[in-house]
T-cell receptor, first 116, second 110 residues
């Protein structure tokens, strides 16, 4: 069975600090996808990234970066120079890569608060 | 591209009433997913369709819940009769890529 664990329930930092959100996953599949979503206070789910299990290259997008390590089954998310607008709940998720079977299994989420 | 559109955004209903949630897909996307978000259980998959056919409905809580996809761009999730424990935010999402979630319907059953 697939499982995603986000051990950090809540994180609070001061603006401009760097912050890393941890994500550990379990799956028996050799091919899968990993995702991060942001849920701001307004409630919608905003897609941030999707990573294929064969692509272990780290990804950087502006102040956001992702570190995928298959050896430790982790897909951590770092926000550099955090801003108040980054305050949200962040979800890590896993899906199978089989055709027609792309259902997501979500972690419990990490509530990130950036204080001015 | 108007994204995935859900309606209504908010619904308050009395226990025992029928509730219908609606989702309009992005044109050309062939898979649709219904998720439910609660404080206790987080985000969980209820059902998903591929090319209008239900593939996996193992997450549907019980017979009170039903979902249909009458055409390639529209789906409904119906709860009949509704109960207070059905109160949650219901999201639909489309594929490919699972990048597109609707804004959700916040359902409150009193």
């Amino acid at each position: 069975a697939q499982k995603v664990t986000q051990a950090q329930t809540e994180i609070s930092v001061v603006e401009k600090e760097d912050v890393t959100l941890d994500c550990v996953y379990e799956t028996r599949d050799t091919t899968y996808y990993l995702f991060w979503y942001k849920q701001p206070p307004s409630g919608e789910l905003v897609f941030l990234i999707r990573r294929n299990s064969f692509d272990e290259q780290n990804e950087i997008s502006g102040r956001y970066s992702w570190n995928f390590q298959k050896s430790t089954s982790s897909f951590n998310f770092t926000i550099t120079a955090s801003q108040v607008v980054d305050s949200a709940v962040y979800f890590c998720a896993l899906s199978e890569a089989r055709r027609g079977a792309q259902k997501l299994v979500f972690g419990q989420g990490t509530r990130l608060t950036i204080n001015p | 591209d108007a994204g995935v559109i859900q309606s209504p955004r908010h619904e308050v209903t009395e226990m025992g009433q029928e509730v219908t949630l609606r989702c309009k897909l992005i044109s050309g996307h062939n898979s649709l997913f219904w998720y439910r978000q609660t404080m206790m259980r987080g985000l969980e998959l209820l059902i998903y369709f591929n090319n209008n056919v239900p593939i996996d409905d193992s997450g549907m809580p019980e017979d009170r819940f039903s979902a249909k996809m009458p055409n390639a761009s529209f789906s409904t999730l119906k709860i009949q009769p509704s109960e207070p424990r059905d109160s949650a935010v219901y999201f639909c999402a489309s594929s490919p890529g699972l990048a597109f979630f609707g804004q959700g319907t916040r359902l409150t059953v009193v």
